[in-house]
T-cell receptor, first 114, second 112 residues
């Protein structure tokens, strides 16, 4: 069974479009994250939710809107896509927020904006 | 802000050799973690070392932590072709508000 699953795995779209990435974890964890990995493999945190509540919101354009309908799901909606949004987006979860333990990552969603 | 920086950026060795990767960080930490990322895949947790620990082992992996030098190293002994991957250190800093901050990784290539 996949612990953290995200869909879609690949997303190719035109500038200006809106797209969503979905993430689900079946580990019973309280905390979920979105990370962005650029072409140089630099991994940067975007958002963190703890039990459906937004905890971390890094300096991310407000075109990016996360939503957590319950603690097992964290989705990412992106409006008005730009070329610079092209990256791999990773969802992750951890047992609890705070003194961070091990993160469990999904397989990533590669977004290409043309 | 970027916390961990890895060295070297890329490492190429023969199967059977040992691989050593280093990580330096800037602020005090609660713990430091190492992750592996195979090409096109997600990151997988390898080992976590707490700030009051100096060394930790897991199978062929050995991690050391020197908080006075703000550095850590990951040693993979008797490497295999399957160890080919990118390796990242990540810090849980005291003033990072629960954020795990990743370095840019070391790309390890193990040739058969």
């Amino acid at each position: 069974d996949t612990a953290v699953s995200q869909t879609p795995k690949y997303l190719v779209t035109q500038m200006g479009n809106d797209k969503s990435i979905k993430c689900e974890q079946n580990l019973g964890h309280d905390t979920m994250y979105w990370y962005k990995q650029d072409s140089k493999k630099f991994l940067k945190i975007m958002f963190s939710y703890n039990n459906k509540e937004l905890i971390i919101n890094e300096t991310v354009p407000n075109r990016f809107s996360p939503k957590s309908p319950d603690k097992a799901h964290l989705n990412l909606h992106i409006n008005s896509l730009e070329l610079g949004d092209s990256a791999v987006y990773f969802c992750a979860s951890s047992r609890r927020q705070g003194a961070t333990g091990e993160l469990f990552f999904g397989e990533g969603s590669r977004l290409t904006v043309l | 802000s970027q916390q961990g920086e890895e060295d070297p950026q890329a490492l190429s060795i023969q199967e059977g050799e040992n691989a050593t990767m280093n990580c330096s960080y800037k602020t005090s930490i609660n713990n430091l973690q190492w992750y592996r990322q195979n090409s096109g895949r997600g990151l997988v947790h390898l080992i976590l070392i707490r700030s009051n620990e100096r060394e930790k082992h897991s199978g062929r992996l050995r991690v050391t932590l020197d908080t006075s030098k703000k550095s850590s190293s990951l040693l993979i002994t008797a490497s295999r072709a399957a160890d080919t991957a990118s390796y990242f250190c990540a810090t849980d800093g005291n003033n990072q508000g629960g954020k795990l901050i990743f370095g840019q990784g070391t790309e390890l290539s193990v040739k058969p």
